[in-house]
Nanobody
């Protein structure tokens, strides 16, 4: 069992930055591929970024490339999402997710555990 708790969301002006954190419980954090998804108002949950168990591999949605950076610290059981140059269209609830699959976590169907979500609001 893995319990995920996100933090770091909030209200920011367009062009600003936020860093989301996701703290995981348990001793097997390094056994999980981790990912960030988001759900904009009135829309379905969508993939943002993922990182492999070791942190050696990452993948980004086109909307996040060049602006967002995912990282993890297995010693601290934490995954991060650094978001720069934020746009109003980045407004969403951001969810941390974990998968026991060896593959990168790019689809909600592969998620084993979800965090409760953190709101990110970008004003224009």
């Amino acid at each position: 069992q893995v319990h995920l708790v996100e933090s770091g969301g909030g209200l920011v002006q367009g062009g600003g930055s936020l860093r989301l954190s996701c703290a995981a419980s348990g001793r097997t954090f390094g056994s999980y591929a981790m990912g960030w998804f988001r759900q904009p108002p009135g829309k379905e949950r969508e993939f943002v970024s993922t990182i492999s168990r070791s942190g050696a591999s990452t993948l980004y949605a086109d909307s996040a490339k060049g602006r967002f950076t995912i990282s993890r610290d297995n010693a601290k059981n934490t995954v991060y999402l650094q978001m720069n140059s934020l746009k109003p269209e980045d407004t969403a609830v951001y969810y941390c997710a974990a998968s026991s699959s060896s593959a990168l976590l790019t689809t909600p169907a592969r998620v084993d555990y979800w965090g409760q979500g953190t709101q990110v609001t970008v004003s224009s």
